[in-house]
């Protein structure tokens, strides 16, 4: 089971990028999802997070306003909006969160790979 991270690339501040997050090997659809960056030289961080349904919602004081974490169950995906982008959002972002396989094993702790957002000034 993996998940794999897309839509990371060079965009100038005050642009907007849009990161999917898909599953492979089994489904989140029953599980709290998550988007987390890690700058250079900097530790890992929580961006945000969003419950099975959708219905609630979490961010980091930093991107309140700014970004959005939205999911489609049907498609086992979870995107993070990005809008007004500061070159401070520049960092690998990750998804993150619990899978539940085809053969009904539920895998915790689920890193993506990342996908590299640059933010240029």
């Known amino acids: 089971v993996q998940l794999q991270a897309s839509g990371g690339g060079l965009v100038q501040a005050g642009g907007s990028l849009r990161l999917s997050c898909a599953a492979s090997?089994?489904?989140?659809?029953?599980?709290?999802m998550g988007w987390f960056r890690q700058a250079p030289g900097k530790e890992r961080e929580f961006v945000a997070a969003?419950?099975?349904?959708?219905?609630?919602?979490y961010y980091a004081d930093s991107v309140k306003g700014r970004f959005t974490i939205s999911r489609d169950n049907a498609k086992n995906t979870v995107y993070l909006q990005m809008n007004s982008l500061k070159s401070e959002d520049t960092a690998v972002y990750y998804c993150?969160?619990?899978?539940?396989?085809?053969?009904?094993?539920?895998?915790?702790?689920?890193w993506g790979q990342g996908t590299l957002v640059t933010v240029s000034s």
């Open positions: 993150n969160g619990d899978i539940m396989t085809a053969g009904g094993v539920r895998e915790y702790d689920i």
């Open positions: 090997g089994g489904t989140f659809s029953s599980y709290t």
């Open positions: 969003i419950s099975w349904s959708g219905g609630s919602t």
